[in-house]
């Protein structure tokens, strides 16, 4: 079992900064833990963004 990671339901498009929103919906009694891979869709110019879950810490 890893630790629990924060996921953040959007995130800023690295390329035009636009609103990155989670393709798959994650409710809260979805665990997803640190290190997990977590998919986000720009809004704006709709490139995929696949991001490792962290936990918020850097201590491990
Ligand atoms: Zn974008």
Redesign the pocket.
Known sequence: MGRPAKVEPMIV??????P?YLLSSIGPEDIVEVGNIISYR??????RWDIVADGGDESI
């Open positions: 498009c690295i390329d035009c900064l636009g990155a720009c809004r704006d110019c709709n490139d």
